[in-house]
Every structure is written in structure tokens, then in C-alpha cells.
């Protein structure tokens, strides 16, 4: 009690401006800045003049703490502004989904690449310059931030640039290299559904429409 009386007491002295104190807070006991939870780290000094008195007024205010929730919105809509480049991709086939889970993971340290599933419900080709299914589902196809859209090795060489695994496609930055790598990926992509044992992309098309045609009257499924 003793040590609470000079406090305030010293504290009073230095407002009437007869002597000269480094801050209020310094002259509260410790233990009683503790059970008030006032905290040195949670406050800053404001600088105050009285009139007639020699010597500024310290008062403290509180900084006001971070709104964790407000904080966790804002990163995560800085993270959506960072892609520089759509990647669509099947999520129906299991070789693609190796090298999109590849690229995933280099692409949590880089953030650059937004990865959208055309064989979701929920694509929109309006979302993803007019590209429909059917057309996507023919090639690979990647949009860059700007809108520009770019296929084949060349949608390949822009994803893993943004990733850090430029080198890998580097040489085919030469037309002739290029050339030959279009070729070779157009063989793949012609034949990649009998490869992976899935059904024609007629098939695939049709039973997509099916589902859609189910669906007109559900809200459990859009096409």
C-alpha cells in the first residue's frame, strides 16, 4: 500500500510539473501493473503540454491489438492477388493430377501459380476467358495474369518458371526444340484418355450433358 501511495504521489509531483518523471507507468508497482494487465509493450507514450507547466505531460494510451480475423481475410486476399498464371487442368486424370500435385507443392512457397479444375461443377469458362470444357479437356491450356492464354509446352515452360523449375523447359524456348515438343505432347494429349482407361471424350461429353439435363431441377449439382 505504501509503495502504491508514492506512486501516486510521485506521479501527482510530476503532473504539477515540479519534477521531472520519465513516464506514469514507471512509477506503478509492478505487481499492480501485472493485475491490471497493463502491459508496457501494449501501450505507447503520447506527449502533452498543460498550460503553465515547464515540463511535457506523458500520458499513455493503448494500442489497439491486431484483429486476428481481420488479419487472417487480408493475407488470404493478398494470396489470391499474387497468381501470375491459371493452370486448368483434369482433376478426373490420375497421370495430370501427379504433375499438378508436383506443381502444387513447389507453389505454396511461391504463390504464383492458381490452380482451377475444369472437371469441377463449379468451372465457369466466363471466369476463364471463354475456355470451355470440351476445349480444355483437347490440350493443356494456362491464362496469365494479364489474360493472355498459352498452350501446349509453352503453357508448361510458363508454370514451371513461376515455380522455380524454369530449366526444365528452357530449351524449348527455341522454335525448332519447341516445334518438336508440341508434336510430342500433341500425340500424348490426343490419345492421354485410352491411355489413362477412361472413355472417349464424346463419351465423357455426353455424360456430362446427362448430368447437367439432371440436375436443371436440383440445387444439389450444377453443370
Not at 489470391?80 to 493430377?97: A, E, S, V
Request: proline share 5%.
Amino acid at each position: 500500500m505504501a509503495m502504491a501511495f508514492r506512486g501516486v504521489s510521485s506521479a501527482a509531483t510530476c503532473l504539477r510539473g515540479t519534477q521531472r518523471c520519465p513516464s506514469l507507468l514507471s512509477n506503478i508497482p509492478h505487481h499492480l501493473a501485472h493485475k491490471s494487465h497493463l502491459s508496457p509493450q501494449r501501450f505507447k507514450p503520447l506527449h502533452l503540454h498543460q498550460p503553465g507547466s515547464k515540463f511535457p505531460i506523458r500520458a499513455i494510451s493503448e494500442v489497439p491489438a491486431a484483429d486476428p480475423i481481420s488479419t487472417k481475410r487480408e493475407d488470404e486476399e493478398s494470396t489470391r492477388q499474387t497468381w501470375k498464371i491459371k493452370m486448368l487442368y483434369d482433376g478426373d486424370c490420375p497421370l495430370c493430377m501427379r504433375e499438378v500435385n508436383m506443381l502444387r507443392e513447389r507453389n505454396e512457397r511461391y504463390g504464383t501459380i492458381k490452380f482451377v479444375d475444369i472437371s469441377s461443377d463449379d468451372y465457369s469458362p466466363d471466369e476463364n476467358q471463354g475456355l470451355n470444357y470440351e476445349t480444355v479437356m483437347g490440350r493443356i491450356h494456362a491464362i496469365l495474369s494479364d489474360g493472355t492464354v498459352v498452350t501446349d509446352v509453352e503453357a508448361f515452360r510458363k508454370l514451371y518458371e513461376e515455380v522455380g523449375l524454369g530449366w526444365v523447359y528452357a530449351i524449348t524456348k527455341y522454335k525448332p526444340i519447341a516445334t518438336v515438343a508440341d508434336s510430342i505432347y500433341g500425340v500424348w494429349a490426343k490419345y492421354r484418355l485410352q491411355i489413362t482407361g477412361r472413355p472417349a471424350l464424346d463419351k465423357i461429353m455426353e455424360a456430362r450433358r446427362n448430368k447437367g439435363e439432371a440436375c436443371n431441377d436440383s440445387k444439389a449439382c450444377k453443370m
